[in-house]
């Protein structure tokens, strides 16, 4: 462990930059008059500390089920505060797509619901789908935030972020225990029969 310190901080640094990111985008967006810049730069910071903190952990051997839920607690914290900073610069884009949004925040809410039902604690399963849709969304914030058009890429962000919940709420009904890092809904058919046979020998 000693001498290896960083290895295990660095992914552990990259989710707290999310976590402060998040509170900070909103801040930009209701204090500077041109902060077009400025969220550029946090969406960015907030994306790739999202995409290597999983990698470099892997990497470096200190991935755990711990680093994984924060990992997931801190993008709920991070894309809550760029859809916040969203409705404060851009809500008449929002309103057109009230329908969708509407039902990818209920999906969500239920989706914390029932895995903390089942499990007592938050699905971490970081699918292929769900990383696909962190970088629809920032892809999608940057260019109504910063460049103010790809209002087209609202719609798809939003169906696909429905879909992305539907795919963890099977994989939450299908796993007889909590699970991290469970990339398809192949995985979870085979993790799941792995779990039945596990407590079949028991």
Known sequence: MEGSWWKHGVPWAMVD?????GPAV??????????????????????????????????????????????????????????TAI???HWPVLREHIGLLTALMLLEGLRLIFDWVKFRRMASYHSYASKIWGILLATTAIALLCFNRAFWLVSVAL????????????????????????????????????????????
């Open 87 to 89: 409705v404060l610069r």
């Open 17 to 21: 930059i999310r976590v402060a990111v």
């Open 159 to 202: 169906v696909w972020g429905i879909m992305c919940d539907l795919e963890g709420l099977v994989i939450s009904a299908l796993l007889p225990r909590w699970a991290h890092d469970v990339k398809t809904l192949g995985r979870a058919v085979r993790l799941r029969k792995k779990m039945l046979a596990e407590t079949q020998i028991r």
């Open 26 to 83: 909103v801040l930009a967006a209701l204090r500077l008059d041109h902060p077009e810049a400025w969220l550029g730069c946090m969406i960015a910071v907030g994306l790739v500390s999202d995409v290597y903190d999983g990698i470099l952990a892997r990497r470096w051997g200190t991935e755990s089920a711990r680093l994984r839920v924060a990992d997931s607690a801190a993008d709920t914290v991070f894309y809550l505060g760029v859809l």
